[in-house]
């Protein structure tokens, strides 16, 4: 385990560093035109590319490095914030370099989740597997209760300068933490030639995989429909409590976090279990 509690780490630490970035951003957009279409659509645009990309990630996370994978996307995404830094600091950022920088993260998470989820297989022992997610839900739980209050102290006594470079910090050294561990890679299949036909034929099969087995696809459409009717919801409500309070970043960041508060209690039964 200590090879996934390294990268464990290191990922949470990035996960707070976006965390943080995304409230502020969401106080910026809506201080900027007060529009829920606004939310909305970057929030879209940070969903959309996932349900594209998701299918072909996962045939290059069986073939590339899943290390190379992890690092690459962790270094795009600082770059992303580097960009937001110094669109902020020479007052240049635009709405639309929100969505435009949304639009990169998410193809780039895209990549590295499927690396991450397959890590871990490769890593944990199968005796430890549920142990090694609750690790996972509880990190991204926490994350989601303390980042609105860490976001909040930030604006209010630093600006968002400090939200951004933080953000870069926490990028840097999820990166290095990555060049400590060795993720091992899956033996690859000998019909694995690497030409454009059978990456299409690998995700033939993937779907057909999902397809041919009840269960796995009656977990699928679950899963589906639970997020799209979920997200409905979450693009109504941080607009809905910053009209109804005053752009209250407070008392969004208490509503955020009293949500996160069931995860955690679930992630950490799970772990325990």
Same mark, same amino acid.
């Given at each position: 385990?200590?090879?996934?509690?390294?990268?464990?780490?290191?990922?949470?630490?990035?996960?707070?560093?976006?965390?943080?970035?995304?409230? !502020? +951003?969401?106080?910026? /957009?809506?201080?900027?035109?007060?529009?829920?279409?606004?939310?909305?659509? /970057?929030? %879209? *645009?940070?969903?959309?590319?996932?349900?594209?990309? $998701?299918? %072909?990630?996962?045939?290059?996370?069986?073939?590339?490095?899943?290390?190379?994978?992890?690092?690459?996307?962790?270094?795009?995404?600082?770059?992303?914030?580097v960009?937001?830094? *110094? =669109?902020?600091?020479? #007052?240049?950022?635009?709405?639309?370099?929100?969505?435009?920088?949304?639009?990169?993260?998410?193809?780039? #998470?895209? %990549?590295?989740?499927? @690396?991450?989820?397959?890590?871990?297989?490769?890593?944990?022992?199968?005796?430890?597997?549920?142990?090694? &997610?609750?690790?996972? $839900?509880?990190?991204?739980s !926490?994350?989601?209760?303390?980042?609105?209050?860490?976001? #909040?102290?930030?604006? @209010?006594?630093?600006?968002?300068?400090?939200?951004?470079?933080?953000?870069?910090?926490? %990028?840097?050294?999820?990166?290095?933490?990555?060049?400590?561990?060795?993720?091992?890679?899956?033996k690859?299949?000998?019909?694995?030639?690497?030409?454009?036909?059978?990456?299409?034929?690998?995700?033939?099969?993937? =779907?057909?995989?999902?397809?041919?087995?009840?269960? *796995? =696809?009656? +977990?699928?459409?679950?899963?589906? *429909? +639970? &997020?799209?009717?979920?997200?409905?919801?979450?693009?109504?409500?941080?607009?809905?409590?910053?009209?109804?309070?005053?752009?209250?970043?407070?008392? =969004?960041?208490?509503?955020? $976090? @009293?949500?996160?508060?069931?995860?955690?209690?679930?992630? +950490?039964?799970?772990?325990?279990?």
């Amino acid at each position: 385990m200590l090879s996934y509690f390294i990268l464990w780490i290191g990922q949470l630490i990035s996960m707070v560093g976006t965390s943080t970035t995304s409230f !502020a +951003l969401t106080i910026w /957009a809506w201080q900027e035109t007060g529009q829920a279409t606004t939310l909305a659509l /970057a929030g %879209f *645009l940070s969903f959309f590319p996932v349900v594209i990309v $998701s299918p %072909f990630a996962g045939v290059f996370a069986d073939r590339w490095s899943r290390k190379t994978i992890l690092i690459v996307a962790d270094s795009v995404a600082g770059m992303a914030s580097v960009t937001l830094l *110094l =669109l902020y600091t020479s #007052g240049t950022l635009a709405i639309w370099h929100i969505y435009v920088l949304s639009f990169i993260s998410s193809v780039v #998470g895209s %990549f590295q989740y499927p @690396a991450m989820a397959a890590s871990v297989r490769m890593l944990v022992p199968e005796k430890h597997r549920s142990r090694a &997610n609750g690790m996972r $839900s509880v990190a991204r739980s !926490a994350i989601q209760i303390g980042t609105p209050v860490i976001a #909040g102290i930030l604006l @209010a006594s630093t600006g968002y300068e400090t939200v951004f470079i933080i953000d870069i910090v926490t %990028f840097c050294v999820a990166v290095l933490t990555l060049t400590f561990i060795k993720i091992p890679q899956p033996k690859r299949s000998k019909s694995v030639d690497g030409d454009s036909s059978s990456i299409w034929k690998e995700v033939v099969e993937g =779907l057909q995989y999902i397809f041919k087995r009840r269960s *796995l =696809l009656s +977990l699928t459409v679950v899963g589906t *429909l +639970l &997020n799209f009717l979920g997200m409905i919801g979450l693009v109504v409500l941080e607009p809905m409590i910053l009209a109804r309070t005053n752009g209250s970043q407070v008392i =969004l960041g208490t509503v955020l $976090s @009293a949500l996160a508060s069931g995860g955690i209690v679930g992630g +950490l039964i799970i772990s325990v279990w």
